[in-house]
């Protein structure tokens, strides 16, 4: 099966920079989405096909995808996008949806 | 305006079959590229996806899972409908349903609010 691989937690302080990973073998060859989950909510999509950012959501996300990792990354982070995120791919072979394992970010 | 709404029991006894159903509006399961998912979540986990169906309807579904699981589409209805059998505690979750516009990424860009299943006897 194919596997993403996040870290299960990042920490960041309000106004700076964070990247959270995602890796997969040859990820790069495929399109990935990130989501945000707040406690108690669905998930939001933040970033499709790699890099676009989703409806609504703010210019301080966004993503890349080369090699083996896709990164997303807040940049001056608040403390509203305190959440898990989640990577998510689509393995064409094994026609499977695939996510992460989940991020907790921690604005701190 | 796209929603999708998941509805269900919310308690199930283990070995009893779960079916789930999730009523849409806003697009069509019949514009091609359109899929719909059914995804779980278990409390303090990660996602899973289960099933989806597309607008052909061609159905994929999880392989861990295949053997227990059907998807259907009631087109007059706009219901995704996905069922479940052999219930286990472990199958205790939160349970969405979502919508990928695009076929080639599979993204989700609209949630339902979820529906949380209990397994106990």
């Known amino acids: 099966s194919y596997d993403l691989t996040q870290p299960p937690s990042r920490s960041v302080s309000p106004g700076q920079t964070v990247d959270i990973t995602c890796s997969g073998l040859?990820?790069?060859?495929?399109?990935v989405c990130w989501y945000q989950q707040k406690p108690g909510q669905s998930p939001l999509l933040v970033i499709y096909?790699?890099?676009k950012r989703a409806s609504g959501i703010p210019e301080r996300f966004s993503g890349s995808n080369f090699g083996n990792t896709a990164t997303l990354t807040i940049s001056g982070t608040q403390a509203l996008d305190e959440a898990d995120y989640y990577c998510?791919?689509?393995?064409?072979?094994?026609?499977?949806?695939?996510f992460g394992g989940g991020t907790k970010l921690t604005v701190l | 305006q796209v929603t999708l709404r998941e509805s269900g029991p919310a308690l199930v006894k283990p070995t009893q079959t779960l079916t789930l159903t999730c009523t849409f509006s806003?697009?069509?399961?019949?514009?091609?590229?359109?899929?719909v998912t059914w995804i779980r979540q278990p409390p303090g986990k990660a996602l899973e996806w289960l099933a989806f169906?597309?607008?052909?309807?061609?159905?994929y579904y999880t392989a861990s899972l295949r053997n227990r699981l059907t998807i259907s589409h009631d087109t007059s209805k706009r219901q995704v409908v996905l069922t479940m059998t052999n219930l286990d505690p472990l199958d205790t979750a939160t349970y969405y349903c979502?919508?990928?516009?695009?076929?080639?990424?599979?993204?989700?860009?609209?949630w339902g609010q979820g529906a949380l299943v209990t397994v106990s006897s």
């Open positions: 979502a919508r990928s516009p695009f076929s080639g990424s599979r993204c989700f860009d609209f």
């Open positions: 040859q990820l790069g060859d495929r399109y």
């Open positions: 806003g697009f069509s399961l019949n514009t091609a590229g359109v899929s």
């Open positions: 998510q791919a689509w393995d064409a072979t094994t026609e499977h949806v695939v």
């Open positions: 169906i597309d607008w052909d309807d061609d159905k």
């Open positions: 096909q790699n890099s």
